[in-house]
């Protein structure tokens, strides 16, 4: 997958040595990424959600934060849309 907006991640940068780590790996894992479908993102990260046509949520670990990304799968983008807070995104 093309992954934009990667500059929002820096928001997130510096909270902890685990979190700058996920967030490190969740970025190389999604720019590796060929998800085709919804259920590809689901078996590759269990922990994301989605609603409908809405944006994946990806909770970061060891912070109280998710990324907000929308995926174009037929053309293999990811946008990161959004950072919120873990309990607003439910």
């Known amino acids: 997958m093309r992954l934009l907006g990667r500059e929002r991640l820096n928001k ?7 979190s700058d780590k996920w967030i490190r790996s969740w970025a190389a894992e ?3 990424a060929h ?3 919804p259920s590809d993102v689901q ?3 269990p922990n994301a959600w989605h609603e ?3 944006p994946f949520m990806f909770p970061v670990s060891d912070c109280n934060c998710v990324i907000c990304m ?12 959004d950072l919120k807070d873990e309990d607003e995104s439910q």
């Open 12 to 18: 997130l940068r510096g909270r902890s040595a685990q």
């Open 30 to 32: 999604v720019s590796a």
């Open 35 to 37: 998800w085709k479908q």
């Open 43 to 45: 078996d590759q990260f």
């Open 52 to 54: 409908n046509d809405g």
């Open 70 to 81: 929308l995926i174009a799968f037929p053309q293999g983008i990811a946008l990161i849309t």
